[in-house]
């Protein structure tokens, strides 16, 4: 849950079902609600079917997002993915396989002119290959996928996500270090939107979805149209048991410093005018959270010290999580 002055109250929130009818099988129902922008969004995903290794897995996914208030759009995207998965052990996972695509940008009057010149429905077709492994302290997530809709689109991209959790002896200080990069390398034609990077609720902790990277200033008082760039780089510690009587409640420090930036432009006039420019920013608060078991609840307070006039500040999150 988010607020700030311009939006009012944002909620966003996440059902994971790790063991679907006891098999090796998930479902992810995700959901996002502001005054701007509506999101609904069903994952399935079946990691190992037979025996052997590597085995079968497939995953489904579909979204709608409803953007007609903050970008004059609307969008839906199905993706089919089936490949081979590898069990590494304590290692973690890698799979390799295809990727299919169908999805639809309908963009209104009100939109950016770049984003009409993206109206319509494709289909696209790649190969993609993901991992989640292991080392110790660290977790390191990755995914690259080379996609082509069969006529004059044709791109990578990448993304990985490193974390590593400070070698501070047990007790009740704790703290992490986070990197999120990804990147667009367009071999032929251009991306829309539904291919571009933007920033999630809480990728940059101070600022909303979509609340900054490179937006068309003359639209919807600056519409978001995705980027082909992103880093982000997070430090959190945590101090629990501070409080006599609640062990469970802890206190923390954070700092988030990234940017979101870049657009295949290929020549086209109204992309040429988008600002695309690396611009970093910077935020930093407080964290105070309880664990319920498995769950946690915590409430964020952050400032932006480094951002853009265009860029949307979220000040106030409070953020609860399970797992089960």
């Known amino acids: ?17 790790r063991a679907l009818m006891g098999r090796d099988q998930s479902i992810d129902l995700a959901f996002s609600v502001s005054s701007q922008e509506q999101t609904v969004a069903l994952d399935y995903r079946l990691n190992r079917l037979g025996d052997g290794n590597p085995t079968f897995g497939v995953a489904v996914s579909h979204a709608e997002r409803d953007r007609s208030e903050r970008q004059g759009i609307d969008t839906s995207v199905t993706r089919v993915s089936p490949g081979a998965v590898w069990d590494l052990g304590d ?19 009100e939109a950016p002119a770049i984003l009409q010149d993206e109206d ?7 190969v993609a290959l993901n991992g989640e492994l292991g080392f110790g302290a660290v977790e390191l997530g990755f995914n690259a996928v080379l996609l082509d809709d069969g006529e004059d689109l044709r791109y990578t991209k990448a993304e990985v996500a490193l974390d590593y959790a400070l070698p501070i002896p047990p007790g009740a200080l704790s703290a992490e270090l986070a990197l999120r990069a990804g990147a667009i390398n367009v071999a032929q034609g251009q991306t829309t939107l539904n291919d ?18 490179p937006v068309d200033p003359a639209a919807l008082d600056g519409a978001p149209v995705g980027a082909t760039r992103y880093a982000v780089m997070s430090f959190d510690t945590r101090y629990a048991g501070l409080l006599p009587g609640a062990p469970d409640v802890s206190f923390g420090l954070f700092m ?5 930036w870049g657009l295949d432009a290929n020549g086209d006039a109204a992309r040429a005018t988008i600002d695309a420019d690396t611009y970093w920013r910077g935020a930093a608060g407080i964290t ?5 078991g498995a769950a946690r609840l915590e409430l964020v307070l952050s400032d932006a010290f480094a951002h853009r006039p265009s860029d949307r500040v979220q000040n106030v999150q409070l953020n609860f999580s399970s797992t089960f």
Request: neutral net charge; proline residues 1%.
């Open 91 to 109: 290692a973690g996972v890698m799979s390799l396989g295809l990727v299919f695509i169908k999805d639809d940008l309908r963009a209104l009057a």
């Open 1 to 17: 849950m988010g607020y700030d002055r311009d939006s009012g109250v944002s909620l966003v929130g996440a059902f994971q079902h």
């Open 120 to 126: 319509g429905a494709r289909s696209l077709m790649g």
């Open 196 to 213: 571009r990077f933007l920033p999630s609720s809480g990728a940059i902790r101070g600022f909303e979805a979509n609340g900054f990277g």
């Open 256 to 260: 988030d410093v990234g940017s979101a």
């Open 288 to 292: 105070i959270g309880r664990d319920f």
